[in-house]
């Protein structure tokens, strides 16, 4: 089982960048496929990006492809989303998650979530 807390979060004027911040517990973090997601407000929950265990490969959806860099530290037990030329249309609650049966490109295979963060662009 592991436990997932978001950090990282805020207000960040468009074109600007932030970078979001998981922190994992417990001993089998690096055997499980981290991923993020986001959700906006009257929006389905929305896969960004997944990175494989030992950090072998990873995947982004189109809209985030070269603004958006997934990462993960297993040493730390931290998983990272940096994203850069952020744009208004970028706001929404952001969202780590967990798989050990993955990687799967949406929310229903992940079964641990952290609490999310707020991530506001404004124009």
Not at 54 to 57: E, L, R, T
Not at 69 to 73: A, E, F, M, N, V
Not at 89 to 93: K, R
């Given at each position: 089982q592991v436990q997932l807390v978001e950090s990282g979060g805020g207000?960040?004027?468009?074109?600007?960048s932030l970078r979001l911040s998981c922190a994992?517990?417990?001993r089998t973090f690096s055997t499980y496929v981290m991923a993020w997601f986001r959700q906006a407000p009257?929006?389905?929950?929305?896969?960004?990006?997944f990175i494989n265990l030992?950090?072998?490969?990873t995947k982004y959806v189109d809209s985030v492809k070269g603004r958006f860099?997934?990462?993960?530290?297993d040493a730390k037990k931290m998983v990272y989303l940096q994203m850069n030329s952020l744009k208004p249309?970028?706001?929404?609650?952001y969202y780590c998650a967990a798989t050990q049966t993955g990687p799967f490109l949406g929310p229903l295979?992940?079964?641990?979530?952290?609490?999310?963060?707020?991530?506001?662009?404004s124009s």
């Open positions: 207000l960040v004027q468009a074109g600007g994992g517990s417990g009257g929006k389905e929950r929305e896969f960004l990006a030992n950090s072998i490969s860099t997934i990462s993960r530290d249309e970028d706001t929404a609650v295979g992940y079964n641990y979530w952290g609490q999310g963060t707020q991530v506001t662009v």
